[in-house]
């Protein structure tokens, strides 16, 4: 599921609107991808367009606080791991993960089938939350969401 909303966002990111789901599996099938995986990143993808409508009449979210404390229940504290929910401390830490775009972060990973989340998992989780409200990354964030941490090199 993690490579199909991998080639969607590389290919859609851009501000372009998602096609329709009919035409976007029929795109996805062609290119190769089974219609398992692309089921579930369908099913995932509206989940998403869900949890980032902010013109509900009743949000499923209520705008957290920005001062409030996240707790994480045991069954997110598994199903997430200990990676995940640090890199989501980093990105809170480094005030560019806002707390209501944190709760839709960590509600698709909660959909998101297995765990404990891998941290690149998560890093797309971001990245499509990122553009399921339609905001870009600034460029730093970018790097740190799209860089292979293997290959990094220390200064």
Request: charged share 20%; hydrophobic share 45%; glycine share 8%.
């Amino acid at each position: 599921m993690f490579e199909v909303l991998a080639f969607v966002y590389e290919n859609y990111y851009t501000g372009e609107t998602r096609p329709e789901p009919a035409h976007l599996k029929r795109k996805l099938s062609a290119v190769g991808f089974e219609s398992d995986e692309i089921g579930d990143a369908l099913a995932w993808l509206n989940g998403l367009d869900t949890a980032a409508c902010t013109t509900q009449p009743e949000p499923w979210l209520v705008q957290p606080s920005p001062s409030s404390i996240r707790i994480y229940p045991a069954h997110e504290q598994n199903h997430l791991g200990r990676q995940a929910l640090g890199f989501i401390r980093f990105l809170e830490s480094a005030n560019v993960l806002p707390p209501h775009m944190r709760e839709v972060v960590i509600e698709r990973a909660m959909a998101a089938p297995g765990g404990p989340i891998g941290l690149d998992d998560l890093k797309i989780i971001v990245l499509m939350v990122y553009w399921g409200f339609g905001q870009e990354p600034d460029a730093l964030v970018l790097d740190e969401l799209c860089e292979d941490a293997q290959v990094r090199i220390a200064h």
